[in-house]
């Protein structure tokens, strides 16, 4: 009998921002869309940490934008995962992975994208917690080479990092992603179109052929889940031989005050209406 292939693929949210609370901070800051979390904000990234913890089977990988906030969220499930490890050699470490990192609106320059790790004090003081061997993806030259970052290119991007994420993890394999709101919900949709591209693929080539007129088989379609993506929120998928299978939505019961902050495409408002 043939061996089943599993992963599990966790989608998290950061939490709530200081520029959300404190609205003169954007008028002192040196890069504005690089805040820092709420006092709040820790104190939900450590209610996630809590519950990520107590998930069987382990989180066997973390990976986070290397945003501010997406660091300081990942830190804190970082310290609680790896709470009772017995040497060094066990810490499930965070991978900082740029093809994880925000889409923004307006123009990225040297004042809008993110700080060297480097230059972190998150980073620099808890360094157990990091990879340093790892090779991201894509580089922070991307962001500044692409300036204003079209919606496709964001799915492109999430695409060929998720298509890295998958390939580079052993079946068994149980994955993290910190993340913000909107590569959260094209990172589930590209996870989604992966697995559906690559279990096409897989169809006798015969029947490929009777089946030209749907678009190749329907190989281009972009899967529109209507993802949730509160602060600190969790949306997860179970992996089996390459099937998808989303198990919860933007799971929000870990928090103190429940789901908050949800953020979606104004464009596609209309999926959400038809999915409640």
């Known amino acids: 009998m ?3 292939r599993k992963k599990r693929i966790y989608f998290a949210r950061h939490g709530e921002r200081v520029d959300w609370i404190d609205k003169n901070w954007m008028a002192t800051c040196k890069r504005p869309s690089d805040p820092s979390l709420s006092h709040y904000g820790l104190q939900q990234a450590r209610e996630l940490a809590l519950y990520v913890a ?4 382990r989180i066997t990988h973390i990976y986070a934008s290397p945003f501010l906030r997406t660091i300081q969220t990942a830190l804190q499930v970082a310290q ?3 709470k009772h490890v017995s040497s060094t050699d066990e810490i499930i470490k965070i991978r900082l992975e ?18 060297p790790s480097s230059q972190l004090l998150e980073v620099s003081q808890n360094s157990a917690y ?22 496709q290119q964001l799915r492109n991007r999430l695409k060929r990092v998720m298509e890295s994420t998958l390939d580079s993890s052993k079946d068994d394999s149980n994955i993290l992603i910190v993340t913000h709101a909107a590569p959260l919900i ?19 080539t015969e029947e490929i052929e009777n089946q030209n007129n749907l678009e ?6 972009w899967e529109m889940l209507p993802i949730r993506a509160g602060v600190c929120s969790l949306t997860y998928f179970e992996l089996i031989d390459d099937k998808c299978i989303l198990l919860e939505n933007g799971l929000a ?19 959400y209406e038809l999915s409640e």
């Open 2 to 4: 043939a061996t089943v």
């Open 54 to 57: 107590q998930i069987q089977p």
């Open 80 to 82: 609680e995962l790896n």
């Open 98 to 115: 740029p093809g994880y990192g925000e889409y923004f609106f307006d123009e990225w320059d040297q004042n809008t994208i993110y700080q």
């Open 130 to 151: 990091f990879d340093q061997d790892y090779d991201s993806v894509i580089k922070s030259d991307y962001y500044l080479q692409t300036k204003i970052e079209s919606r």
């Open 186 to 204: 094209e990172g589930a949709r590209a996870l989604a179109t992966i697995t559906r591209e690559r279990n096409q693929r897989m169809i006798d």
């Open 216 to 221: 190749k088989n329907n190989l281009s379609k």
């Open 253 to 271: 019961s870990h928090l103190s005050k429940g789901e908050q902050n949800v953020w979606i495409f104004p464009d596609d408002s209309s999926l």
